[in-house]
């Protein structure tokens, strides 16, 4: 659309709340698709409580796991408790490598750790930062403004509204629009464990979630309970579950101890379960027994291999997304409402939530990236 057909229509106003990675993501596509079609009859307000992309500084332990280097969709979605049909369409439009061409356009080079995950090669979520923020400069008609908005009445002089709010403290801004929400229940926490024994610090592995998680199977005991890959996997897979809830992990299999026993059929069932896991914890779990290991039955044995830990609560520490959000059966594939009129979400907002691992973040670019799209859309289709 040439310049001088808007001239004398209205600007389009159009609001983002939440100034997080995708709130972010979602302002540049949308600037950027509109400088593609010389369209410049809008206005873009950004309205973020505190300062735009501070949620990415932590992530990924400050060096941002901008996503994950799995190459094949069906493969990716594994990774969501919740979420994974509704993904499906949203990555088939924008995936992992569609972000990564992206940051690299902003000058964000990457590289892939051997367990998939990418980073910037600064190792610097702060660079992530600076370079979107670098971007955003080189557009006009947006504004960044700091204030919180409660309610859709705040809101109402805008003709396009998207919630990128994250999945903290937005419950009343999501209701005001009467929105369906499912409850938010963190998520990638430690755990707190139940009349809890075991010394702070210790590191295991877990052989029954090797298949599923693969090494995500590791944890560390806490002063209260278990923190780790494993942890954050088990709190998020179990993040709707009342609690109390028990998990059972397995730390050795029996056909190695038993082959352990025949060749050290002298020694104590403690010293031969401490040559597969930290002595301090065979210990525990043999009650420091110095019965000999031939001696103890299948069922002992069985016993032996097992952590079985009731889980009481979740934990503060962590990676800590929140399950939950707006119900993903009242949007439609572009993320728009289907009882509002011209409002969309975006990012964690949304009842999605994944592993560790950069998968979080990927579904903030991608859901970002097609808000951008269907709101550029319905502008210029409205303006014909």
Known sequence: MEQSCQDNIKP?????????PSGFYCALWILEEF????????????????????????????????TNATDDIEDFIKNYPRGKKFLYSIFSRHFNYDSIEFFNKLGIATY?????????????????????????????NYHLIHKKINSKDELKNYDRIIIS?????????????????????KSLCALVVKDFIYPKGVKLKALNYEQDYGHESEFIFTDKGISGP??????????????????????????KIKDLIKQNPKKSITTIVSMLIPKTIAKIITD?????????????????SKLNLTIISSSDTGEIVNSGGVDLKYLDKNC??????????????LDIDGFC???NLQNCWSTGFVVAKDVVSSIIEKEK
């Not at 735009?52 to 901008?66: D, E, F, M």
């Not at 190792?123 to 557009?139: A, H, I, P, Q, T």
């Not at 494993?230 to 056909?255: H, V």
């Not at 420091?288 to 032996?304: C, F, G, M, P, Q």
């Open 12 to 20: 389009q106003k159009i609001a983002i709340v939440g100034a997080g």
């Open 35 to 66: 400088k593609k079609l010389n369209f410049n009859n809008f206005v873009l307000d950004i309205f973020d409580k505190s300062q735009a992309l501070r949620t990415i500084l932590p992530t990924g332990n400050q060096r941002c796991n901008l």
């Open 112 to 140: 892939i750790q051997k367990d998939k995950r990418i980073f910037p090669k600064s190792n610097s979520s702060k660079e992530v930062k600076d370079k979107m923020f670098e971007g955003l400069k080189k557009y006009k």
């Open 165 to 185: 709010t994250g999945s903290r403290n937005c419950e009343n801004l999501i209701r005001s629009f009467n929105q369906p929400l499912i409850p938010f229940k």
């Open 230 to 255: 494993l942890a954050f996997k088990i709190s998020s897979i179990k993040s709707r579950d009342d609690f109390p809830y028990s998990i059972e992990i397995e730390l050795f299999k029996i056909e």
């Open 288 to 304: 420091n027994s110095t019965i000999s290991a031939s001696n103890v039955s299948d069922d002992e044995l069985k016993k032996y």
């Open 336 to 349: 728009k409402s289907k009882i509002n009129d011209n409002l969309w979400f975006c990012g964690e907002v």
């Open 357 to 359: 691992g950069g998968f």
